[in-house]
């Protein structure tokens, strides 16, 4: 999920795999994997709330601005995963990050609202590594509000 703010920046996630702490801690938007039944927008829905605690109808999403094919390992084990990434515009969102059920991600730390610049400008991990472009593209040159 795309999550942007009345000021053009986008929602990060900060975590790692608890598995694997000597592999750090990385940026990411919020997301995850699509149950069964589910389509894309409907798990991008659900896995928002769950996040961020920010309910969407998943109507409301329209298609996804991004698509790719990761491959990677969490928690031990081996995806191949193929993202869609959908655009959300909010004018604020204060995050609940302890999700409908209560359950919290034990590996998320943290979060961040960024700028497409400072996403250029940083030195630290970002997923997908191609967002401060897909941001640029999806804001269209959308000047910041103060």
Do not use: K
């Not at 039944?37 to 991004?66: F, K, M, S, W």
């Not at 390992?73 to 969102?93: M, P, T, W």
Request: no cysteine; glycine share 12%.
């Amino acid at each position: 999920m795309v999550l942007v703010d009345a000021r053009a920046r986008v929602l990060l996630l900060h975590g790692g795999d608890p598995s694997t702490p000597e592999r750090g801690l990385w940026w990411f938007t919020p997301g995850g994997g699509i149950e069964e039944g589910e389509e894309p927008a409907q798990a991008a829905a659900r896995e928002l709330l769950e996040e961020t605690g920010l309910r969407v109808d998943a109507a409301a999403l329209g298609a996804p601005v991004h698509a790719r094919t990761t491959d990677f390992v969490f928690g031990g084990d081996h995806y191949l995963q193929s993202e869609h990434y959908f655009l959300l515009r909010v004018d604020a969102h204060e995050l609940d990050t302890s999700g409908p059920d209560g359950h919290v991600d034990v590996g998320v730390v943290g979060h961040r609202w960024w700028t497409a610049d400072a996403l250029r400008a940083t030195d630290e991990v970002l997923f997908p590594p191609e967002l401060p472009d897909l941001l640029d593209r999806v804001l269209g040159g959308a000047q910041v509000r103060p």
